[in-house]
C-alpha cells in the first residue's frame, strides 16, 4: 500500500449523475487524500465508471460540485461549464483534465500516429511542449511502461496490453495529480492482465494518488488503502482491504461471496 497524507485532493460533495430520467450516480460525498489508492469494486451498472467520469467532467455531474486541488467545479442547469474561477470555459476545463489522468477499458490510441507520437501529442495540445520536449517526455514515459523499443511502431503492430501501456504512458506524460483507471485490464487477455498491474502497483508504490474502478480483487486488496463498494449509484460500503475481510453489509458480503465463487 502507499503511504498516505491527511490532505485532500478530491471532495464530491452531494455529486449526482442522471441521463435523461434514470439516475445512475445518487447523492455521494467522497474524499480522496493526497498519496491514497482507492479501489472501487461493485456489480455491472453500480455507477463506477461514472462516479470516475463525474470526476474529470467527462460526464459533468448533473448536481453537486467537486473540489480538486483546491478549486472547485460546479455543474450549472445548462450543462456548460462554468468558469467559476473566472478562467475561459476552454482553459480551466483543459487544465482540470491535464491534471487527472485518465485511463479507460478501450485503449483510445490514435491509429494514424506512432506509440511516441499518441503520447507526445498530449504534451504539445495540454502542456504546451516543442516538438523535440514533447517526444523526449514521451520516450521517458514510455521506457517507464516497457515500450521504448516500440516508440516507432503503430497501434496496428501492438497487442492489447501494449496498447493500454501506451495509454498509460500518454496520461502519465502529463504529470497528473491524480490518475483514473477505470477497468484498465478487462479488454485484456488474462496473460496480458499482470503486466498492467505490476505497472500500476509500480505507481501506488511511488506515491500516485490513483482511484481504480476494477474486477481484479486480488489487486484491489492489496494495493488500496482504501476499498469503495458500490451498487445501484450508491457508495454502500467503504473502508481498508483489512476491513473488507469482514463486511458489514450483506449486500457487500453476497457479491464478495459471488465473486470469489466466480
Given at each position: 500500500m502507499s503511504a498516505t497524507t491527511t490532505s485532500s485532493l478530491l471532495e464530491l460533495r452531494q455529486v449526482t449523475k442522471q441521463f435523461g430520467a434514470t439516475t445512475v450516480l445518487q447523492?455521494?460525498?467522497?474524499?480522496?487524500?493526497?498519496?491514497?489508492?482507492?479501489?472501487?469494486?461493485?456489480?455491472?451498472?453500480?455507477g463506477k465508471s461514472t462516479l470516475l467520469r463525474c470526476v474529470n467532467f467527462i460526464a459533468p455531474p448533473s448536481t453537486g460540485s467537486i473540489v480538486f486541488d483546491g478549486a472547485e467545479y460546479t455543474p450549472p442547469t445548462d450543462h456548460r461549464w462554468v468558469p467559476a474561477l473566472g478562467l475561459p470555459e476552454e482553459r480551466r476545463l483543459t487544465r482540470l483534465r491535464s491534471e487527472i489522468g485518465m485511463v479507460f477499458q478501450q485503449f483510445n490510441v490514435f491509429p494514424h500516429l506512432t506509440v511516441r507520437e499518441n503520447v507526445a501529442i498530449g504534451c504539445r495540445k495540454t502542456c504546451g511542449l516543442g516538438r523535440k520536449e514533447a517526444a523526449e517526455r514521451a520516450l521517458?514515459?514510455?521506457?517507464?511502461?516497457?515500450m521504448a523499443e516500440?516508440?516507432?511502431?503503430?497501434?496496428?503492430?501492438?497487442?492489447?496490453?501494449?496498447?493500454?501501456?501506451?495509454?498509460?504512458a500518454r496520461a502519465l506524460a502529463l504529470?497528473?495529480?491524480?490518475?483514473?483507471?477505470?477497468?484498465a485490464t478487462s479488454a485484456l487477455d488474462p496473460e496480458l492482465v499482470n503486466g498492467i498491474l505490476a505497472i500500476m502497483r509500480e505507481l501506488a508504490e511511488a506515491g500516485m494518488t490513483m482511484m481504480v474502478v476494477t474486477h481484479e480483487m486480488r489487486f484491489a486488496m492489496e494495493v488500496a488503502d482504501r476499498v469503495i463498494f458500490m451498487d445501484r449509484g450508491c457508495i454502500v460500503e467503504e473502508g481498508t482491504p483489512e476491513q473488507f475481510k469482514d463486511p458489514q453489509h450483506e449486500r457487500t458480503r453476497t457479491f464478495l461471496r459471488s465473486i470469489n465463487h466466480g
Open positions: 447523492p455521494t460525498d467522497l474524499q480522496v487524500r493526497r498519496g491514497e489508492v482507492v479501489c472501487v469494486i461493485g456489480p455491472s451498472g453500480s521517458a514515459e514510455l521506457t517507464k511502461v516497457g516500440k516508440v516507432d511502431a503503430y497501434p496496428e503492430q501492438l497487442s492489447g496490453g501494449q496498447k493500454q501501456r501506451v495509454a498509460i504529470d497528473p495529480k491524480l490518475m483514473l483507471f477505470d477497468e
